[in-house]
């Protein structure tokens, strides 16, 4: 693959692991509310990049990517009900990550097949329609108790108190989150899904095995999708249909991507920062318009800034380019 | 948009963006010179916005009344200001507890709870773990009182507990009903407080014919009401929230389904649902934990009858029983403050936990985990009767006589 | 198995399916002529119900009466949002964009909306609503027929319009071939704003209907939207016919599961109906009324 993608340069290695340090070192300067903002910016940043997975690279956005974050919450957390208090929460939390994410592959999988033949907005539909069936099953039956939600165990580890924990594992998902997008990016696989996302008949006809592809970034999304929303779960310390199965989250990481640039690893993270920061600090204290004011907000970015953020940087950036272009000749 | 350029527009905004952003940030800590803040948060928006803005509205009357009428409060020597701090959860549990904690980390040690259990009881970790204290007049599920928290407080008895006058009064009627059904709804609230009325019910021997559960937002109750006209109860419990009970007892009427007693948890109290029914709502059932006629004496208020002329001088918004209980929360944190004679959380605390007062919401004691007694706190029982609400129950507070059974709704 | 409440539950499923299939017939019509899916929708629908209420307030106007006018102001308000927002987000981004547009409309008008009126429930009361009737063994909900006759009436209206109207061609013919009919001498841009307008009003117009029926409160919006997709989806894209024929089956499956398997489950049957119609035939029943498969 080192074909047709140019080496990562030193400079942005260099950027990054300046960043991570950066970020590692937050916790312990940072006020608990500002290290909650972080932590939020963190997860739904990292989940938004999870779901461009699909709808970055492949234009098939679903709008029901909260399925698999309820998924993933109640399957972890049931099964750490199942196990038992003698077990330590750190175990529990490790064993039901993993039975979270078989449970999701299994999901994904299974709808993966007839969910994907459909384009648009009757994908989106669909999905949409995935989590409201799933919301509702756990509202419906007593066994999954979602109206009344149960509670979690406190994880505790290393010293650390509950928020820095916890920042450290949406820290660690956000950097799962991005190391998969940039392999992906300039994997086959990838350029597999550009195509299909481009123009997915030629693309077939072109011989990509457009089903596979579509299903790998399909079931990779859920999962990563998932993994957020068992951490989410240990984080709130409780978990009931109404915190986990909301779509203001589908709709959330579809805003954040297009916020900062559909298509992009930074971009996602960016507009995460941006609206987080907008609603929970700015916002905050609005109590009667706060939701006006998140309608304006959306409404401006979708006219002024259709390609989000990063968009903007590039067209700036390249409008500065040209005009020194000029300049030169 | 013409005229204005994309980038211009973009930059304006991003500029008002970052420079209300930074406003935001710099803020005064929280407990400077003589001002106590009370912080919280309530759900402005969402289903519960209704409840929210009566739970809101008594906390702004309150505050009000100590930093106008009495020119604030003497603690421990010093004469201090109250503050409203509340913010809007939109009943995300996310939300409330990422704003909640911001409100610590501006050293807020008083809070006020917000409305629902799925919202106090994840807040309520929170504020425990920072030794801050939570007086609550929003949720009563068992769990909340369960966790062994010291710090929270609520005005109503646990869920369990809050059917016991109910089942008294149950048992007081003549002739003797002998089944009963349930009609709840698909969230917690319902479903705690449907475990409760059964049990107790079924306890007196009353047989609970049909429980039937509706999903969440109620637009259609035909089947469950087919049901209940084959199988009539003599008693029909209704543990739904405002907007569902008045959906059902609607359609009740637009079906001709009649039962002796129905009983509306919530729906009746609101102004809006007895004019929406007009001479039909004669007869309907409500808990009742709080009615103007009942007189009580009140440390900050003088009483009840002070009360409500000051609300309603300074509201336009009709008083309901939440409004009143969420005067009485602050009336509270402020006697308890005034009796421990300082600000620090730890002996408020102490002082909360040995309340016995009364106020214009009536006597105030906790539980030893922290829910309202569920004697002296319990609420009475009201019908509806001629669009007034009247109190039936127990028989010593009594405004009016109970009417049972009840006719049918085309006589009335 | 008893069959008066087989009856019984077949007739409650039909009054009720009226309701749906008025409710959803001006998102029908948007998705299929414009291809946008109006997530402000349901605030729409509200937004005609509060009119009505304040029409009531104020002239002490009957709500059925008030229809006409509702009409009028919810569609001109409609066409003014589309003539401004919605042809600007669908020009500059994808169709997709245009979900957040009308979500973030729909936002803004709920806050508006708990501004003027308050987050409180209300609920509208008309003199003409017919009272319960019995036939044979079956109760007949006497304000929910009202409302089924007064949807019947408003879909004639609408097919009576689209079909037999020179409007109603144009508006066929651009969700067609929007090029072809722009040869035709039909201005695109003018139609979609029309129906956008057109379709606004119809949700609002129904408000009053659903208001009269049910209280409502400013939060109500994501449910009506969420079952207008299931009706269109069940029942096809763009046809009155196809929002009646949606309606009724919705209606249907949410009486049927509800009486006979749990009166907690109708919703889990209803996105389960809509998932499955999706896999199997996405545009619905009747099809797309102007394109041919997706």
Redesign the interface.
């Given at each position: 693959m080192g074909a047709f993608n140019p080496p990562i340069r030193a400079g942005f290695w260099a950027l990054s692991g300046l960043l991570l340090l950066g970020a590692l070192v937050l916790p312990f300067v940072l006020?608990?509310?500002?290290l909650?903002?972080a932590q939020?910016i963190l997860l739904f940043g990292g989940m938004a990049i999870g779901w461009s997975l699909l709808g970055g690279f492949t234009s098939y956005?679903s709008?029901g990517h909260t399925a698999f974050f309820g998924l993933g919450a109640f399957s972890a957390g049931l099964l750490s009900q199942q196990l038992g208090p003698e077990m330590s929460v750190a175990l529990r939390l490790l064993i039901g990550l993993v039975f979270a994410v078989v449970l999701t592959l299994i999901a994904a999988v299974a709808i993966a097949g007839?969910?994907l033949?459909?384009?648009?907005?009757?994908f989106?539909?669909?999905m949409?329609?995935?989590a409201?069936?799933l919301g509702?099953?756990s509202?419906?039956f007593d066994f999954f108790q979602g109206?009344?939600?149960f509670?979690l165990p406190t994880l505790s580890a290393l010293g650390l108190q509950k928020v820095q924990l916890f920042y450290f594992l949406f820290l660690l998902l956000f950097v799962a989150n991005v190391v998969v997008f940039v392999w992906l990016r300039r994997s086959r696989l990838g350029i597999g899904l550009i195509c299909i996302g481009q123009d997915e008949d030629t693309a077939a006809m072109l011989g990509i095995p457009t089903e596979r592809y579509k299903l790998v970034a399909f079931v990779l999304s859920a999962v990563l999708t998932a993994i957020g929303g068992v951490l989410?779960g240990y984080s709130?310390?409780?978990i009931?249909s109404?915190?986990v199965f909301?779509?203001?989250i589908s709709?959330n990481l579809?805003?954040y991507s297009?916020l900062g640039g559909i298509g992009t690893v930074v971009g996602p993270f960016v507009g995460a920062a941006?609206m987080i920061?907008?609603?929970?600090?700015?916002l905050?204290?609005?109590?009667?318009?706060?939701?006006?004011l998140?309608?304006?907000?959306?409404?401006?970015m979708?006219?002024?800034?259709?390609k989000g953020l990063m968009g903007?940087l590039h067209k700036a950036w390249s409008r500065r380019r040209a005009a020194a272009g000029e300049a030169r000749a | 948009m013409a005229g204005i350029s994309r980038r211009s527009a973009l930059g304006a905004m991003g500029a008002s963006i970052i420079g209300s952003a930074a406003l935001g940030i710099r803020r005064a800590s929280a407990q400077s010179g003589g001002v106590i803040y009370f912080g919280g948060s309530l759900g402005m928006s969402g289903r519960y916005a209704e409840t929210g803005l009566n739970i809101r509205h008594g906390y702004e009357t309150a505050i009000k009344f100590l930093n106008e009428e009495m020119g604030g409060v003497e603690i421990g020597g010093k004469t201090y200001r109250f503050e409203l701090a509340i913010v809007d959860d939109a009943s995300d549990p996310a939300r409330a507890t990422a704003l909640i904690q911001r409100q610590i980390d501006k050293d807020m040690s008083f809070f006020l709870g917000s409305y629902g259990s799925n919202i106090v009881l994840p807040c309520a970790g929170i504020t425990e773990a920072a030794g801050k204290l939570t007086v609550q007049v929003g949720a009563s599920a068992d769990q909340i009182f369960q966790q062994g928290y010291r710090n929270i407080f609520g005005f109503f008895p646990r869920a369990s507990r809050a059917w016991a006058t109910s089942v008294e009064f149950f048992k007081s009627l003549e002739p003797k009903p002998k089944k009963v059904s349930i009609i709840a709804t698909n969230d917690a609230f319902s479903k705690l407080n449907t475990q409760a009325a059964a049990a107790g019910c079924t306890g007196i021997g009353l047989e609970v014919l049909d429980l039937l559960q509706l999903p969440e937002q109620v637009s259609d109750a035909s089947s469950a009401l087919a049901t209940i006209r084959a199988r009539t109860p003599d008693i029909l419990i209704t543990t739904t929230v405002d907007q569902n009970s008045l959906v059902i007892v609607r359609q009740m009427i637009a079906t001709d389904t009649n039962v002796p007693l129905l009983y509306q948890f919530l729906g009746p109290q609101l102004p809006a649902y007895r004019e929406s029914l007009g001479s039909k709502a004669t007869g309907v059932i409500m808990q009742l934990p709080w009615d103007s006629r009942l007189a009580f004496s009140d440390p900050i208020f003088r009483d009840s009858k002070s009360y409500v002329a000051y609300y309603n001088k300074n509201n336009s918004r009709p008083l309901s029983y939440h409004t009143v209980g969420a005067s009485a929360c602050i009336t509270t944190y402020v006697e308890a403050m005034r009796k421990a004679g300082s600000l620090d959380p730890a002996k408020v605390r102490a002082a909360l936990a040995a309340t016995d007062i009364t106020t214009a919401f009536g006597p105030v004691k906790f539980s030893p985990e922290g829910d309202g007694d569920p004697i002296l706190m319990g609420a009475k029982i009201g019908q509806v009767q001629n669009g007034e609400v009247q109190v039936v129950f127990p028989t010593e507070v009594k405004t009016a006589n109970l009417i049972y059974p009840t006719s049918n709704w085309s006589t009335k | 198995m008893n069959g008066t409440l087989l009856l019984q539950t077949l007739v409650d499923g039909l009054i009720l399916g009226g309701i749906f299939s008025l409710s959803a017939v001006g998102f029908s019509l948007i998705f299929g002529v414009l291809g946008v899916v109006n997530l402000a929708h349901g605030i729409f629908i509200l937004g005609g119900a509060y009119l009505g209420l304040a029409l009531k307030a104020a002239l002490g106007l009957d709500p059925l009466a008030a229809i006409p006018i509702v009409f009028v102001v919810v569609s001109v308000i409609g066409a003014a949002l589309h003539q401004t927002l919605v042809s600007a987000a669908v020009r500059r981004g994808s169709l997709m964009t245009s979900l957040l547009i009308t979500f973030g409309i729909s936002l803004i008008v709920r806050d508006i909306l708990i501004l003027i009126f308050g987050p409180d429930i209300h609920s509208l009361a008309s003199v003409w609503l017919l009272n319960t009737f019995h036939v044979g063994g079956v109760v007949v909900d006497g304000a929910r027929a009202t409302a089924l006759i007064a949807s019947l009436a408003l879909l004639g209206l609408l097919s009576l319009v689209l079909y037999r109207m020179k409007v109603g061609r144009a508006i066929r013919a651009t969700a067609q071939q929007s090029f072809a009919a722009g040869l035709c001498g039909v201005d695109a841009g003018r139609v979609h704003t029309l129906t956008f307008g057109v379709s606004a009003g119809f949700a609002g117009a129904s408000g009053i209907v659903i208001g009269m029926i049910n209280p409502f409160s400013p939060f109500d919006d994501a449910y009506w939207t969420l079952n207008a997709f299931v009706t269109v989806v069940l029942g096809g894209v763009g046809s009155p016919v196809g929002a009646l024929l949606g309606g009724l089956l919705l209606g249907e499956i949410s009486t049927l599961s509800s009486q006979y398997i749990g009166s907690r489950y109708p919703n889990v049957f209803i996105f389960g109906a809509l998932f499955l119609m999706l896999i199997v035939r996405p545009n619905g029943l009747l099809g797309n009324a102007y394109k041919g498969s997706v």
């Open positions: 006020a608990p509310f500002h909650r903002l939020q956005w709008f007839p969910v033949k459909l384009r648009g907005i009757y989106a539909i669909a949409l329609a995935f409201e069936i509702e099953i509202k419906t109206t009344s939600g509670p989410y709130l310390g409780f009931s109404g915190s909301r779509i203001d709709l579809i805003l297009m941006i920061i907008l609603t929970q600090v700015v905050g204290d609005l109590l009667d318009l706060h939701m006006m998140t309608g304006t907000v959306l409404i401006a979708v006219i002024l800034a259709p903007l | - | -």
